[in-house]
């Protein structure tokens, strides 16, 4: 026993003069705290057997320092430890996914070999590893081939996997249980301030004369440590400068930086999904998914599908009532995506109009609010497919002025009444407000109706609107008081 003794004082003097700690970040704020949670949770806490956890987050979000935090608090718990950076821009194809697997064995088992192949390398793990308690944690993994050839089942009982990743689902395939994810969600409220106050102050709080607006900023900011960071630097050498505060509260989630990382996530998406996640961030935010789906169902093939991975690599969330919510920051990633890259295929805003851009033809998506003063007579888009006004009194708007293959029309508090017996392919009809029936009933490709309000004069016109609209499909009613039949 004595021997035993003395090898397990070696080894771990060894491993303590062998290693060096990562550098987690210039100012780990709240990592340590979170990293002792999941520690506790996923690394000591945890059965005997091989567990895998995961860290899950959007680009910027500290999954990769939160991830360091954790390997130099346990490393010397373990046989041996490895930490695999940036394995999705490493690997680009199966050669460097082969370096990979040399860097593993060699930082678990002193292996200076060759690694011919992925299946070499495989075999090399289940020789070399079938012994070892290890620590191995895998940095932005995002395909399935590099779970197969990193993260198998050839690690010995008491090893821990830790994965961070954008996309759930590769957390699922490489044998994470959904109760070992950890969902990055940004940092508490003083952290942030904290964290904010670290780059733009150099110290742990913001000068007392912007403290007020240091909190509006990370406020805005989500916890988003990585936004933090960059707005923070910027207003290092501004102190003397309120007007270049102010400007940065009103911009603050548009620093390019931010969206180079953020725009990862996005350039991976199929040209349908990228639609459709567009189209959240313009004009779908806090709405029910219910209706925007039967909306792309006229367009693409696989709708739930592109959800589904939207929902799965955190660009889009769907909450347990069926409704879109997305970060600050990935929405106005997505509309400046929209307005600089898709030739101004999506109009959200009234400024869009009057900067010039009302003559043009490729717009298919496009919402006017009542602050707009451009002329409604300038609507008309030949390419138009959804069209939503609010608050807008539509005064000498006449069926001509909408495309006859317009989908999706949605009105909002418009009081005058509307002429609509020249649109022929209309599948979509949101009335929202104190709105005029009169020719409704002319729209007989009407697929979905939605009423919100009391129409003055609807219970009257509901019966003949009903039997004109043959393709109606779904009807809902909301507050309508005067409506008894």
Same mark, same amino acid.
């Given at each position: 026993f004595e021997a035993q003794l003395v090898k397990r004082v070696v080894n771990d003097v060894i491993k303590t003069l062998d290693r060096v700690s990562l550098e987690v970040a210039k100012h780990p704020v709240g990592m340590e705290r979170i990293a002792e949670d999941l520690i506790q949770k996923f690394i000591l806490n945890s059965e005997g057997g091989l567990v895998k956890s995961g860290i899950l987050g959007i680009g910027g979000i500290s999954k990769t320092t939160l991830a360091k935090a954790m390997f130099n608090q346990v490393y010397a718990h373990f046989d041996a430890a490895s930490f695999v950076f940036n394995v999705r821009t490493t690997v680009a194809d199966s050669v460097c996914l082969t370096k990979l697997q040399k860097q593993i064995l060699k930082d678990l088992t002193n292996y200076d070999g060759k690694v011919h192949s992925v299946e070499k390398g495989? +075999?090399?793990?289940?020789?070399?590893?079938?012994?070892?308690?290890?620590?191995l944690i895998l940095d932005d993994m995002d395909g399935r081939e590099q779970s197969e050839a990193l993260?198998?089942?050839?690690?010995?009982?008491?090893?821990?996997? &830790?994965? $961070?990743? =954008?996309?759930?689902?590769?957390?699922? #395939?490489?044998? &994470?249980?959904?109760?070992?994810i950890h969902e990055m969600s940004g940092l508490? $409220?003083?952290?942030?301030?904290?964290?904010? +106050?670290?780059?733009?102050? %150099?110290?742990?709080?913001?000068?007392? $004369?912007?403290?007020?607006?240091?909190? =509006?900023?990370?406020?805005?900011?989500?916890?988003?440590?990585?936004?933090?960071? &960059?707005?923070?630097?910027l207003l290092y050498d501004k102190k003397n400068d309120p007007d270049c505060w102010t400007e940065a509260f009103h911009n603050v989630a548009l620093h390019?930086?931010? /969206?180079e990382i953020l725009k990862i996530s996005y350039s991976g %998406?199929?040209?349908?999904?990228?639609?459709?996640? *567009?189209?959240i961030a313009c004009f779908f935010i806090g709405e029910h998914k219910r209706y925007p789906i039967v909306f792309w169902k006229s367009m693409y093939r696989s709708v739930k599908t592109a959800i589904s991975n939207l929902s799965l690599? *955190? %660009?889009?969330?769907?909450?347990?009532?069926?409704?879109?919510?997305?970060?600050?920051?990935?929405?106005d990633m997505g509309r400046s995506i929209a307005e600089k890259e898709r030739e101004g295929t999506r109009l959200w805003e009234a400024v869009h109009l009057s900067r010039g851009e009302s003559n043009n033809n490729n717009i298919s998506r496009l919402r006017l609010s009542g602050d707009n003063s451009q002329r409604l007579e300038t609507l008309y888009r030949p390419g138009l497919r959804f069209l939503h006004l609010k608050n807008l009194p539509l005064d000498g708007i006449t069926p001509a002025m909408l495309p006859p293959n317009l989908m999706w029309l949605r009105l909002q508090n418009c009081?005058?009444?509307?002429?609509?017996? *020249?649109?022929? @392919? #209309?599948?979509?009809?949101?009335?929202?407000?104190?709105?005029?029936?009169?020719? #409704?009933?002319?729209?007989?490709?009407?697929?979905?109706?939605?009423?919100?309000?009391?129409?003055?004069?609807?219970? /009257?016109? %509901?019966? @003949?609107?009903?039997? @004109?609209?043959?393709?109606?499909?779904?009807?809902?009613? =909301? @507050?309508?008081?005067? *409506?008894?039949?």
């Open positions: 495989i +075999s090399l793990f289940r020789d070399r590893l079938g012994g070892k308690r290890v620590l993260v198998g089942d050839w690690l010995a009982p008491g090893s821990r996997v &830790v994965i $961070t990743s =954008r996309d759930k689902h590769i957390l699922h #395939v490489a044998g &994470v249980s959904p109760e070992c508490q $409220t003083n952290e942030g301030l904290q964290l904010f +106050s670290r780059h733009s102050f %150099l110290r742990a709080s913001p000068s007392p $004369t912007y403290e007020a607006f240091s909190k =509006r900023i990370v406020e805005a900011c989500k916890g988003h440590p990585l936004s933090l960071e &960059v707005i923070g630097s390019p930086k931010i /969206y %998406l199929s040209e349908e999904e990228k639609e459709i996640f *567009l189209d690599k *955190l %660009l889009v969330r769907i909450d347990d009532k069926g409704v879109f919510h997305m970060h600050d920051h990935l929405r009081e005058k009444p509307f002429q609509s017996s *020249l649109v022929r @392919n #209309v599948w979509f009809f949101a009335i929202q407000g104190a709105f005029h029936f009169s020719l #409704v009933d002319n729209i007989w490709d009407l697929r979905i109706m939605q009423v919100d309000g009391d129409i003055p004069s609807f219970q /009257y016109l %509901l019966f @003949n609107i009903l039997g @004109n609209l043959l393709q109606l499909q779904h009807l809902e009613l =909301r @507050n309508c008081r005067n *409506l008894n039949k």
